[in-house]
């Protein structure tokens, strides 16, 4: 079986594991040379590091003073999970619809968005590909409201020479398990706006740091990889990841993932291996780079690659494509030949759906159509091969199907 992602299982990241317990001494030394590295290389004054994605969000929406029913436009196609995060707050979310080829928000939509009552806009540059961030940040300044970036999928993505992230008001960076600069979860919030980065410090500082959480994190992470990457992996994946345990399993895999989520201060050890990363990602940028060009390229023509390089240079996150006929049957056919590919919510979910907005028209035909392809950092050559092989079959397969 060819697994949809892959954890990188690192003996520099075991022994800082090792080490760890030793070093606590010197861990605000290491996170605060953490931020530093990361406010250079993504050109922002304030580099924040919190305990994930959606905490950076959390303190952003805070520190910019939005209460309950102030009106945010959000991403029609994004990951869902931050919508009971943002609705927990109060705020009234207003989706965006997206745009067919780029699964991102346009300038056009957004401001179809906005209305008198809205209070900030909060965009994505889903996947690694830049969204129109110059003429939506453009709206934002004519209507005197703050723009967030989620950068979860974007270290690495330029506009203009410019690293994302640095164009709005605030961003939010993921260091979870699956993103590009991972150190077993984890956040950055970044941010030129002074008062809303003290605001963010002072929450911070009143938490208390834990090395243990992350640690415990990769120990598990560590465990369901060898499970992952073992012989038994291809007859779960086609149990689990079958038409009628597909999506419960996906709510129960994330409920898990949830419990392991820290809520505690950046520790040091997360930050020693997230300036290893941050160190080397532009090679890893290059490798992944080398690898969708290779693999795009020789795509059979019924998958169509996400439009990625309208608005700036992309970032690497996970290759998704649009497949126009039942996905849910390709995915099914393809577990049976050993390729496991995501759709539905496994993803990216129809958030204007889950809002229960009927207005949002391309988001729901996009979620029903994007399907994730197993291609990440570290996909062996033969593996990469096969896949191709396998789905070409698959493809004509199907095309015969629709013949008969
Ligand atoms: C991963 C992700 C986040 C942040 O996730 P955390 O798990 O909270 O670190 C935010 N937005 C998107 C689109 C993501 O994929």
């Given amino acids: 079986m060819i697994p949809r992602r892959r954890i990188p299982l690192e003996f520099a990241d075991f022994l800082e594991w090792i080490r760890a317990p030793f070093l606590a001494a010197r861990a605000a030394a290491d996170v605060a040379a953490f931020e530093r590295e990361f406010g250079e290389r993504f050109q922002v004054p304030h580099a924040i590091a919190v305990a994930s994605g959606r905490d950076a969000l959390g303190l952003i929406v805070d520190g910019l003073g939005l209460t309950a029913g102030d009106e945010v436009v959000i991403p029609a196609y994004t990951l869902g999970e931050l919508l009971p995060f943002l609705q927990g707050r109060g705020l009234t979310l207003v989706p965006a619809d997206v745009d067919r080829d780029s699964f991102n928000v346009t300038a056009d939509s957004v401001r179809r968005a906005c209305s008198p009552r809205t209070r900030a806009i909060l965009v994505v540059h889903l996947l690694g590909a830049p969204c129109d961030i110059v003429g939506i940040l453009a709206i934002a300044e004519q209507l005197g409201i703050p723009l967030i970036e989620d950068c979860a999928h974007a270290p690495g993505a330029e506009v203009a020479g410019r690293p994302l992230g640095s164009f709005g008001r605030a961003a939010l960076f993921s260091l979870e398990v699956n993103k590009a600069l ?116 020789v795509l059979p023509a019924a998958l169509r690659v996400q439009r990625r390089q309208q608005f700036g240079t992309p970032a690497f996150y996970n290759l998704v494509v649009r497949f126009d006929g039942d996905v849910r049957s390709l995915r099914q056919r393809a577990l049976a030949a050993g390729i496991d590919l995501g759709i539905g919510d496994e993803v990216m979910s129809d958030c204007a759906a889950l809002l229960g907005r009927p207005d949002c028209p391309v988001s729901a035909d996009v979620f029903a159509h994007a399907v994730l392809l197993p291609v990440y950092d570290g996909l062996p050559e033969s593996a990469r091969r096969r896949l191709l092989a396998r789905l070409d079959a698959l493809l004509q397969g199907s095309a015969a199907e629709v013949a008969a």
Avoid: C
């Fill in 182 to 297: 991972m150190a077993f979860g984890g956040g950055i919030l970044a941010t030129h706006d002074d008062t809303l980065a003290a605001q963010a410090r002072a929450a911070v500082a009143r938490r208390p740091r834990r090395e243990w959480p992350a640690m415990k994190k990769m120990a598990l992470k560590w465990i369901e990889e060898l499970g992952v990457r073992s012989p038994l992996y291809g007859p779960l994946a086609r149990y689990l990841f079958s038409d009628r345990r597909a999506g419960s399993f996906d709510r129960l895999y994330r409920k898990a993932n949830n419990r392991v989520r820290s809520h505690f201060a950046f520790s040091g050890f997360q930050a020693r291996l997230a300036r290893r990363r941050l160190a080397r990602l532009d090679d890893r940028q290059a490798r992944l780079s080398e690898l969708w060009s290779q693999t795009v390229a």
